[in-house]
């Protein structure tokens, strides 16, 4: 079954370090896969997001890297700020159907 | 930047009463989502709305949840008789031709 639990995996690096968030997926339909930001308080914000037929893409200092073989997905950060400080999810969802399965999350603490 | 509304920010009911939360999704947007997070645990999926009607909905959205587009702007999630357990931020959002949804900034809902 599921694990749903209160503690979520935090990730601490140092200002300026680069920040490897790591997030696995069990539905092999998933084709189309999203990063969300989390700040206290408020929505989930759009980092990036990667279709199925890519393994990787890149925006503004961050990278989604994807394994379909072993159903993995990784967010790469460089150069980490600490307004990066934040819970990051990766959610994934399949054509045809628009809503979003979200996974537990990970809490990244940047320290100056 | 366009962005979905949410209101109220906070909501506190006593058990049994009936909560309406409200949502402004953006503008051009066609599909429409509740989502929920309990504290400390990762966003879940309610329902999706499309051309007026639910496409998608998940085991938690019973018969005491509802929703409705009564307007050509505003977007509602009705709990008929709210429980305990109901205690939970909650997450509209909305997507256009792209998969990619853009949250609100949600309404912490506390049943006491």
């Known amino acids: 079954g599921e694990s749903v639990g209160l503690h979520l995996p935090t990730l601490s690096v140092q200002e300026g370090d680069n920040s490897i968030i790591n997030c696995a997926y069990s539905?092999?339909?998933?084709?189309?896969f999203i990063w969300y930001k989390q700040e206290s308080g408020k929505g989930p914000q759009f980092i990036i997001d990667i279709r199925s037929n890519m393994d990787k893409r890149q925006g503004q200092r961050v990278t989604v890297l994807l394994n379909k073989t072993v159903k993995h997905l990784s967010l790469q950060i460089a150069a980490t700020q600490p307004g990066d400080s934040a819970v990051y999810f990766c959610a994934a969802g399949d054509t045809g159907r628009r809503a979003l399965t979200f996974g537990s999350g990970t809490r990244l603490q940047v320290q100056p | 930047e366009p962005e979905v509304t949410q209101t109220p920010s906070h909501q506190v009911t006593q058990m049994g009463q009936e909560v309406i939360l409200r949502c402004v999704p953006i503008s051009n947007h066609l599909y429409f989502y509740w989502y929920r997070q309990i504290l400390g645990q990762k966003v879940e999926f309610l329902v999706s709305?499309?051309?007026?009607?639910?496409?998608?909905k998940s085991e938690i959205f019973d018969d005491q949840f509802s929703v409705e587009r009564p307007d050509g702007s505003n977007f509602t999630l009705k709990i008929r008789s709210t429980k305990l357990e109901d205690s939970a931020m909650y997450f509209c959002?909305?997507?256009?031709?792209?998969?990619?949804?853009?949250f609100g900034s949600g309404t912490q809902l506390s049943v006491l």
């Open positions: 709305f499309y051309n007026n009607e639910i496409s998608e």
């Open positions: 959002a909305s997507s256009g031709a792209e998969e990619k949804l853009f």
């Open positions: 539905n092999s339909a998933s084709d189309y």
